[in-house]
């Protein structure tokens, strides 16, 4: 019985670190998030934590886009670039007919719902080209997705001449500020896009490809998982999530440019990976999607709130990055 106890205490003990291992940076920022919590003022507040929800919405949304792309041992660099090129094109299609700097005079006044289409479609056109390019013609995801980054960001460039836009109409600018009842409307979208992508990754065949394609590709090809047409439905999905994120983030900011959504992509895929989304395919759930994307957002506002300079902000981000795919490296090599 001693040596029964002995044993099982072991594999809690066992068991206790490999959790630590495995949930690392979320404990670090945990308790850090605690330590600012209880020496600065304001911070566990009602709006502070409205804020957070603010912020995570369009985050987890285009963080959803890239988490399906890693499950199939892909990825997508080109993310960021098409959440400012939605945001620019939502701008451009919504500025109110009587702002004087309208990018778009002689565009008639447009409905929210019919921008968002066209947007939609605009940006699944890339995500399709993105798809295409790695099913059919075996382009590494992350040089055809940095190709494609370079492209879009170019169009934005041309189509905007690099100017700022801004002058919403109101009923697009109501979308980010408007709430139903205590709720905004941004975390009510992004908990409706949480329980779609959940629903397809968990309960469509959809879903299973996925997966099937991230654990061994040659495998599920034999198995009669048409794999291109798979990929190809995969970068199109995350495509139109970055375009639905943009559009609520140039609601939220009033504006956009050709900098809006600059290095999101890298914010998405970290905090794909330290909610449990293994750049080494096959393993992740839209639940460890937006762990990671609140622990990462908890990470910027906790620094804020340290009075951290922005500069010294983003080098931490970039640390958190690497030690986030390292630890996520280390876990599988240690399955191996």
């Known amino acids: 019985m001693a040596n029964l106890s002995a044993q099982k ?33 304001n911070f566990f507040t009602s709006s502070n ?38 945001a620019c094109l939502s701008a451009m299609l919504l500025q109110d007919v009587t702002y004087t700097a309208r990018m778009l005079p002689w565009l008639p006044d447009m409905p929210v719902a019919v921008a968002l289409i066209i947007v939609l479609l605009i940006v699944a056109f890339f995500g399709a080209i993105n798809g295409c390019v790695i099913a059919f013609l075996k382009v590494p995801p992350f040089i055809a997705t940095l190709g494609m980054q370079t492209i879009v960001y170019g169009l934005c460039s041309v189509i905007t001449n690099n100017q700022p836009l801004g002058g919403f109409k109101q009923s697009y600018s109501q979308i980010a500020f408007g709430s139903l009842g205590p709720i905004p409307y941004l975390p009510i979208i992004a908990l409706l896009v949480g329980i779609y992508m959940w629903v397809l990754f968990n309960k469509t065949r959809h879903g299973k490809y996925m997966y099937a394609i991230g654990g061994n590709e040659n495998a599920a090809e034999v198995a009669g998982v048409n794999v291109s047409a798979a ?13 639905l994120g943009g559009f609520l983030l140039g609601a939220k900011a009033g504006g956009a440019s050709t900098a809006t959504g600059f290095g999101y992509e890298l914010e998405a895929i970290a905090a794909c990976t330290i909610g449990g989304v293994s750049t080494n395919g096959g393993v992740g759930r839209v639940s460890g999607v937006l762990i990671g994307v609140l622990v990462f957002e908890t990470l910027k506002i906790c620094l804020q709130f340290m009075g951290v300079d922005p500069a010294i902000t983003y080098i931490v981000q970039g640390f958190v990055i690497i030690l986030a795919v390292a630890l996520d490296l280390r876990k599988y090599l240690g399955k191996k």
């Open 231 to 243: 990929l190809i439905r995969i970068y199109i999905l995350a495509a139109v999530l970055y375009g």
């Open 9 to 41: 205490g072991k594999i809690n003990a066992k068991s206790v670190k490999q959790f630590a291992s495995n949930n690392a940076i979320i404990i670090l920022i945990a308790l850090l998030a605690l330590f600012v919590g209880l020496t600065t003022q």
């Open 49 to 86: 934590g409205k804020n957070l929800l603010i912020n995570v919405a369009p985050r987890f949304i285009i963080a959803c886009g890239v988490s399906g792309c890693l499950i199939t041992k892909g990825t997508d660099l080109s993310a960021g670039r098409m959440v400012g090129l939605s």
